[in-house]
Structures are given as structure tokens and as C-alpha cells.
């Protein structure tokens, strides 16, 4: 579980790292937020072992807005009060439950930032955030509290997914970056939160930009680099994170030419523009650039 909630944590706070934009008085929306829990105004129900239940807290959650005027989506930093609603079976949270801020201005008004289905008191099924005007930023998957499945977080319009997550078990998942156009940018497998496995970076064009296989969060084995119209420009064998042999090296058409002499992590690399000009050239003792 632990593994999996490692992965779960990073693609969290990816999502929350594209909405914690700073506003400014041009754009406008973001609404006053009750920040204070005042336990006269706001009381707990706490019904026993079953029946409705709603708990408030102080909290920072992930809340957010889509601007008006930018059509970009703007995050809201700091605490503020939250509160969670739902059904207790045999004391346990069962089925949906659904997590609210509330309008300081207006008290009566609310906004649901959250949507979660429970079995046992674990979260098991969808887990859905929302921005304060009613987008879907992120439906991510549960079975028995661990993420699972397939997870997909969008942009402001919430249909365009940004970036999908596919896990094959607690350990393993699979993360797919998108452009706006639609087209992939990044494909990386994860494996305890961090890179391990093959991952594809791609051209706007959706060509493969690069190849390369992940130990530990390092290059190791072979990389691959290509140019935009598909031929392969380089490849060299990587030894964690070290650059080690220098393979080949092509020029747009296909036509190889001078790589360097790197191998077993000594000798010299040649760097290429892609108008085929000599741009740098690097020597390497032990893998490491000098």
C-alpha cells in the first residue's frame, strides 16, 4: 500500500502544482472561503454506529477555480473549513461521501471540491475532485484504500484529460503526459514513486523524441534519440546515470558519421546541431563529463 500511495502522492501534487497559480485582481471568480471553524455555527453530527454523518475540519485541500477571463485554472492556498458528509454503516463511512467548502459571504452557499465512494471506511471505487465552479479535475481509482486501476486528471475544461496513471499493481503504474492538442508528450513507468522501466518522450508532432529505460530515477541501458522527421539521430548506452558507450550517430537523412570514442565511460562524445554543425565536443573519464 504504501508503495502505491507514493505514486498516488506525486501524481497529486503534479495536478496541484499546475492549479497553484498565483491570481491576480484581473482574474477574478475566486470566492471568499469560510477559514475558521466556529463549532457554535458548524456542528458535527455524529449519528453512532449508523446513519447520516457530517464532520467539519480546518484543512488545505486542494481548491481551485477556472478564470473567467484566462481560462486557466487558479489555485486557492492556505486552510480553510471543510466538510465531509455521508453514511456510516456499523461506524464505518459506506458509499458515497462528499466534501464541501463554504462562501463566507454567503453562508447558505456551498462548493463540493470532493467526491468519494467508501466500503469499510477505505476509500474503494472513484475519487473525484472538482474546481469551486462544478469541473472535474481528476477521477482517480481505489480498491480497498490503494489506487488502482486507470486515473485520469484534466484541464480546465474538464473533458481534455492532461495526464492518465494506470496502475498494474501497488507498485507499478504507468503515467501518460498529454499537450493540449491531445497528443501524448511522455510516456514513463514508475515503480515506488519514482522512474524505473522504459519511458518515451514525443515531438509535438507525435514523433518519438527520445527512448530510454529508468533505474532508480537514472538512465541505465540504452538510450535513444531522434529527430523530428523519425530517423534515429543517436544512441548510447547509459550506466546509472553515467554516459558510458557512444554507439552511433546520424545525421537527418539517415547517413551516419563520427559518434565519438566514448566507451566503457572514457573517451569523447561528438554533440550534433540538427543542421548537422558540430556543436560540442564532450570528453569522459569514468562516465562522468570533464
Excluded at 449508523?50 to 467539519?56: A, K, M, Q, V
Excluded at 486557492?76 to 467548502?101: D, H
Excluded at 553515467?242 to 566503457?264: E, H
Aim: hydrophobic share 30%; glycine share 10%; proline share 3%.
Amino acid at each position: 500500500m504504501k508503495n502505491a500511495l507514493v505514486i498516488f502522492t506525486l501524481l497529486i501534487l503534479s495536478a496541484v502544482s499546475q492549479a497553484q497559480q498565483s491570481a491576480s485582481a484581473t482574474d477574478g471568480g475566486m470566492p471568499d472561503l469560510v477559514r475558521d471553524w466556529d463549532s457554535t455555527a458548524y456542528k458535527n453530527i455524529k449519528p453512532g454506529k449508523n446513519g447520516f454523518t457530517r464532520l467539519y475540519q480546518v484543512n488545505d485541500p486542494d481548491i481551485s477555480f477556472i478564470s473567467g477571463i484566462s481560462k486557466t485554472r487558479i489555485g486557492l492556498r492556505g486552510s480553510v473549513l471543510i466538510y465531509e458528509e455521508g453514511n456510516l454503516v456499523n461506524g464505518k463511512r459506506t458509499g458515497l461521501f462528499t466534501t464541501y467548502v463554504i462562501d463566507n459571504n454567503d453562508r447558505h452557499k456551498k462548493y463540493k471540491i470532493h467526491e468519494q465512494d467508501f466500503k469499510n471506511d477505505l476509500v474503494d471505487g472513484h475519487w473525484k475532485a472538482y474546481d469551486l465552479g462544478g469541473t472535474l479535475k481528476y477521477d482517480m481509482m481505489f480498491t480497498k484504500g490503494r489506487p488502482s486501476g486507470y486515473s485520469v486528471y484534466f484541464g480546465p475544461d474538464g473533458k481534455t484529460a492532461t495526464e492518465t496513471c494506470r496502475f498494474s499493481n501497488d507498485s507499478v503504474a504507468i503515467v501518460t503526459k498529454f499537450a493540449d492538442n491531445g497528443k501524448k508528450q511522455q510516456v514513463q513507468t514508475m515503480v515506488h514513486g519514482i522512474k524505473n522501466g522504459p519511458g518515451t518522450v514525443y515531438y509535438p508532432n507525435g514523433n518519438i523524441m527520445s527512448t530510454a529505460n529508468f533505474v532508480n530515477d537514472q538512465f541505465n541501458d540504452t538510450l535513444k534519440y531522434y529527430y523530428p522527421n523519425g530517423v534515429l539521430w543517436t544512441e548510447e548506452i547509459f550506466k546509472n546515470g553515467l554516459d558510458w558507450t557512444v554507439l552511433n550517430n546520424f545525421d537527418s537523412t539517415g547517413k551516419p558519421r563520427d559518434a565519438g570514442t566514448l566507451k566503457n565511460g572514457n573517451g569523447t562524445r561528438i554533440l550534433y546541431t540538427e543542421e548537422g554543425e558540430v556543436r560540442q565536443v564532450v570528453t569522459y573519464i569514468k562516465g562522468v563529463a570533464q
